[in-house]
């Protein structure tokens, strides 16, 4: 039973996108499928392949290894999401 709760969660997700869809005529099934391939391929490289675990962990590793803070902040201290070319940005 604990195998299939990703499995479930996956087709709850799903079914969620679908119901709140607004053009369902749009959705291209091949991409999806592709994007629900590709999600067994990496779980299957984590969960049954050594070197496919360490290829993870060191992309994980590179990724949380980009600083926190913003290399460039507007005045005042915010940062560009916040701070708007058209705002005052504290100024």
């Given at each position: 039973?604990?195998?299939?709760?990703g499995v479930l969660g996956m087709i709850t997700m799903m079914a969620?996108?679908?119901?709140?869809?607004t053009n369902r005529r749009a959705i291209?099934?091949?991409?999806?499928?592709w994007?629900?391939?590709?999600?067994?391929v990496f779980?299957?490289?984590v969960m049954r392949w050594q070197y496919g675990r360490l290829i993870f962990q060191k992309a994980g590793a590179a990724v949380n290894w980009v600083p926190e803070e913003p290399l460039?902040?507007?005045p005042g201290g915010r940062t560009g999401a916040v701070c708007s070319a058209r705002a005052t940005c504290g100024t």
């Open positions: 039973m604990h195998r299939l709760v969620v996108a679908y119901l709140f869809s291209r099934y091949k991409t999806v499928a994007g629900l391939g590709l999600q067994i779980a299957f490289l460039g902040k507007a």
